[in-house]
């Protein structure tokens, strides 16, 4: 006989309840690559047999590993340059001059992946900006995937992920080669912080949650999500930023709340101004 047909709509609806990631239909297909490794694990014979027990046991850890089997992981050191080169001719020096009395930064690398985009913050920070050497550094970074957010805090790249992005110099001074692998040199890693987070429960949890951030990193993720859960994410992502902090999103990316953030574009780079909160004005 036949196998049944896959319920795919239940699966895409899983992992639309459990981050908000909005999958085409025309993209099912991914749906056996990516969790074939997960039916190995749990001994599940096939993808209707899983999408079975999701529906007799709605259980968390099931459909948590669902989810991360689908979302997007990509990332790399200084990925899309640009953004890199305007925190550094631009951002981060206005930012140091305003903290220097409090001698303080907090960043945000949301949906962070394996960590290269925090530990390209870091490396940036200490490469071109050594005044802020005696500093209280935070730069915090979250994604929904506990298995990526284990693989930052160990710090350990494959070669073709260290070649990828990180110039020859960075590469020489903060990473350290450890037989196949190259690590995190420790300096750089102790200026960050890994946290498990699902975006779509702002606002964070305490820890994270009790200050507000100098600059956010929310880069190329909004383009997965559906219009209401992007509006949410946003406004949550208002609330936590510094009045005189920035936003950058994904090259094609835009916040399409005018009433909240403000554009500047700065030579091949754009980025976003928290503006006063409508709500609070009124």
Request: hydrophobic residues 35%.
């Amino acid at each position: 006989m036949p196998s049944p047909p896959v319920d795919f709509g239940y699966l895409r609806s899983v992992v639309l309840e459990e981050s908000g990631n909005v999958l085409d239909p025309s993209r099912d297909y991914l749906f056996r690559s990516r969790l074939q490794s997960l039916l190995q694990t749990t001994g599940l014979k096939s993808l209707d047999r899983l999408v079975a027990v999701l529906r007799e046991k709605p259980q968390t850890a099931l459909r948590q590993a669902v989810t991360e089997a689908m979302t997007v992981k990509e990332t790399s050191f200084f990925r899309d340059r640009s953004p890199f080169d305007l925190l550094q001719s631009e951002l981060l020096p206005v930012l140091i001059r305003r903290r220097e009395s409090g001698r303080r930064l907090r960043l945000w690398s949301a949906a962070c992946s394996s960590g290269q985009e925090a530990y390209s913050l870091a490396m940036l920070l200490r490469e071109h900006f050594p005044q802020v050497s005696g500093w209280q550094i935070e730069i915090i970074a979250t994604d929904l995937s506990r298995n990526m957010i284990e693989r930052a805090l160990t710090g350990r790249y494959q070669r073709r992920e260290v070649s990828r992005g990180l110039p020859a110099r960075y590469r020489t001074r903060y990473m350290r080669q450890r037989g196949e692998e190259w690590e995190v040199a420790p300096e750089v890693r102790r200026m960050c912080r890994f946290h498990p987070r699902n975006l779509c429960d702002l606002p964070l949890s305490p820890p994270l949650s009790l200050e507000q951030y100098d600059g956010i990193l929310l880069r190329n993720l909004l383009m997965y999500f559906s219009d209401e859960t992007r509006k949410k994410l946003l406004l949550g992502v208002h609330r936590m930023l510094a009045p005189d902090g920035f936003l950058l999103l994904g090259s094609s990316e835009q916040p399409g709340l005018p009433a909240h953030f403000q554009a500047v574009l700065e030579g091949n780079a754009c980025y976003y101004r928290p503006l006063p909160s409508p709500e609070s004005a009124a």
